[in-house]
């Protein structure tokens, strides 16, 4: 039975699961000792169970299956029992007319509009964090990518988009820290959910009286124009979901993507000759870095130029596919287009990676 947070798998994901998918196609796992589970390793066989609607993401919606023991986690992870409705049923843990009654206003909330309007102030973060980064490598000295760039601009994006106050946003990310990493941070997990869930309910009782142009007056608003209402508990579920997704993902799809394409200079030297290639690109490596499935010719094999559209399942596929999906790859491309058109104006740049420690150099 494999674990999947194994001393292992965690060391090697992506070597870890290619020898997975060479075992079998369905396997048996478990997930810090809870139940087993099965585990689909092939893409075909992925993207069927992702699209076809025989398949459900709660146990409870199987006429006489047995419901979720989904205290085993929260037990382990040390969190109030008055505060697990605000965690439990996430969105891309339901299923039937209670996804699509959430999703149905979550995407309302989160049009393409609202996210093509962002990008002007993503690409101001960018610079910002770009130019920091300079200033702090100006010496030649090793910059971490990850805590100077990869985290802080999906983790500031997330939290403007949402409407969290300015003040409250360097409380935010040592939150969304916590958040994305719970295991490390159980003796802080209490406080910092307790915490968080009281000021969203504060943000939100104060929306409904002062609107702004932000993600929480906008599921207000979606909720009075729909009469399809939100509860309170449902839209703080809803947020922490976009706070954790919204920036953890997108960090991981940075810090991998630079490290891809240091490792494929060639791939790089096509988008530095052709910037126009980089959101195509970004699709790309969200395919590659996931690493997990194998339809592709030679999967493993970064190719900039491939067009995967939209087929790959870095974000899912069918009912549950990703809502910031758009946003994530807006943010690759500012990102990845300004980090390497800054290095390459410049001698060299070395960026450290804070998991493995290894530093890289491009010139």
Known sequence: MVELLSPELTADPFGEYATLREQAPVLTGTLMGGPPVWLVSRYADVRRLLTDPVFVNNPASVPGAAPRDRFTIIKKLNIPTDLVDYLADKIFEIDGPDHRRLRKLASRAFTARRVARLRPRIEEITSTLVDRMAQAGRDGSPVDLMEASAYPLPITVIRELIGINEADRPQWHDWGSVLSTPMAHVERLPTVFRDSIGQLLDIIARRRAAPRDDLISAFIQAQEDDG??????????????????????????????????????????????????????????????????????????????????????????????????????????????????????????TWTSPRTGSTLTTD
């Open 228 to 349: 399809d209402r939100l509860s309170d508990r449902e839209m703080v579920s809803l947020v922490f979901t976009m706070v954790i997704a919204g920036h953890e993902t997108t960090t991981y799809l940075l810090g991998n993507s630079v490290l891809a394409l240091l490792e494929n200079q060639d791939q790089l030297a096509l988008l530095r000759e052709d910037p126009s290639r980089w959101p195509q690109a970004v699709n790309e490596l969200m395919r590659l870095r996931p690493a997990l499935f194998g339809q592709y010719e030679d999967p493993r094999r970064l190719d900039v130029g491939r067009d995967t559209g939209h087929a790959h399942v870095g974000f899912g596929q069918g009912a549950h596919y990703c809502l910031g999906a758009p946003l994530a790859l807006l943010e690759g491309e500012v990102a990845l287009n300004a980090l390497f058109t800054r290095s390459s104006a410049r001698s060299s740049s």
